[in-house]
């Protein structure tokens, strides 16, 4: 028996263009009884698909009408029936976040990463320790971030932190534009690890954390750890699975 698919689209003219086109053609769902998610958009799309459909469980498949789109699969109109049943499937698991501010604290998840950025022309400085240990006294930097496997092609990737293997059971815990210690470049963690960033000198320098797309302004501690009970499933082309789309980038210009 055929899947139930349950289709939804970017709030752009051509993701509501090929949103309408494809429930046409295939049908749609109530997202309460799709057996399979289909997402038409990029990178952004699908993680706020992802957190879409979190409780339900449903596997996303995705086609790419944004700009990378390295979690997507290209985007056809025909076929996808045929695209789906020869689907390799990818489980993901998302970091969760507690950030606490001066008056509260803040819990969310995140599929690709947990980044601290700063929030004015003033360099953050952070304290890291790793399980209880302080691995780092003082970072004077622009921010920093713990990274998945899944997400370590995204902003990670962009902080020249390492490239992870879907199936590894590491985080990447990188600088952003450090100034002291100049020569750190990062980490790889065990995927147990506990990460907790401390906030020197807030008042002077404050810091927002990122969950996806999750921000929390002016916070003073943040503790980040995999949460290995919450998985959501990937799907992709044959072929074209996330191992093969991680291991092809880091071969590239």
Not at 120 to 129: D, G, H, Y
Request: charged share 25%.
């Amino acid at each position: 028996m055929a899947p139930k698919l349950h289709f939804v689209a970017i709030a752009t003219p051509e993701g509501q263009a090929a949103l309408e086109a494809l429930r046409r053609r295939y049908g749609d769902s109530d997202p309460a009884e799709a057996d399979i998610v289909v997402a038409l958009g990029g990178d952004g799309f699908m993680l706020q698909t992802l957190h879409a459909f979190l409780a339900r469980g449903t596997p996303i498949y995705g086609m790419n009408l944004g700009s990378v789109g390295f979690l997507m699969n290209e985007f056809r109109e025909e076929d996808l029936k045929e695209r789906l049943r020869s689907a390799e499937k990818a489980e993901v698991h998302p970091l969760r976040m507690h950030a606490a501010t001066r008056d509260h604290g803040v819990e969310a998840l995140a599929f690709n990463e947990v980044s601290l950025l700063r929030q004015t022309r003033q360099a953050t400085k952070l304290r890291i320790l790793v399980d209880g240990k302080v691995r780092i006294a003082e970072l004077i930097c622009d921010g920093a971030l713990v990274s998945t496997p899944a997400g370590s092609t995204a902003y990670n990737l962009s902080a020249h932190g390492p490239i992870l293997p879907i199936d590894s059971a590491l985080l990447a815990l990188t600088p952003i534009s450090a100034f002291r210690p100049r020569r750190w470049r990062g980490a790889l963690l065990p995927r147990r690890s506990v990460v907790r960033f401390e906030m020197l000198e807030t008042e002077k320098r404050p810091v927002s954390a990122v969950a996806d797309g999750l921000e929390v302004r002016e916070v003073r501690s943040v503790d980040v750890a995999e949460d290995r009970s919450i998985g959501m499933i990937m799907m992709f082309d044959a072929g074209r699975n996330l191992d093969e789309r991680i291991l092809t980038e880091q071969f590239l210009d």
